[in-house]
């Protein structure tokens, strides 16, 4: 889990401060500014200032898990049922601003987790430890990552 840690902590922003802010995706809908922002989501989600109710089986949310868990990666085009099917327009006018609300929700997390049984429920996966839950944003970081051409396949 550290290198996923580390990833997170050190090289996902530096990363995404590469992309071309008028670079289109390689796949989904979603521009620059949206992902930066939809990854400030995912933070929240994962320290569980952002809620969305689980409405799916208990069945589906275990096998959802185990591919969550697994070094698969999300396919192009993922359908998310929280989300609308166009994106959202940014809450930020500026993607700097967006990008310090990024890092103001990563650092978020991290210090959430300072409380080592701390356990989040997240909306498809279920109820995730803070290694779950850094596996899962490493895994989602990745997949937009390479949504912008950044990241091999």
């Given at each position: 889990m550290q290198s996923k840690e580390?990833?997170?902590k050190k090289e996902f922003l530096v990363l995404i401060k590469t992309i071309d802010r008028n670079r289109k995706p390689i796949f989904g809908k979603m521009n620059v500014h949206q992902m930066i922002e939809h990854m400030s989501h995912a933070f929240q989600i994962a320290s569980g200032k952002l809620v969305f109710e689980n409405k799916q089986r208990n069945e589906?949310?275990?096998k959802m898990y185990q591919f969550m868990m697994s070094?698969?990666?999300?396919?192009?085009n993922t359908p998310n049922p929280n989300l609308a099917d166009t994106p959202l327009p940014p809450r930020f006018m500026d993607v700097e601003d967006s990008l310090n609300d990024l890092k103001f929700e990563m650092?978020?997390?991290?210090?959430?987790?300072?409380?080592p049984e701390l356990r989040v429920t997240n909306p498809f996966f279920g109820n995730l430890?803070?290694?779950e839950q850094v596996h899962l944003l490493h895994k989602h970081a990745l997949h937009h990552l390479r949504q912008f051409g950044v990241l091999p396949e």
């Open positions: 580390t990833f997170l589906l949310t275990a070094d698969k990666p999300f396919r192009d650092d978020a997390f991290f210090i959430v987790y300072e409380q430890n803070k290694e």
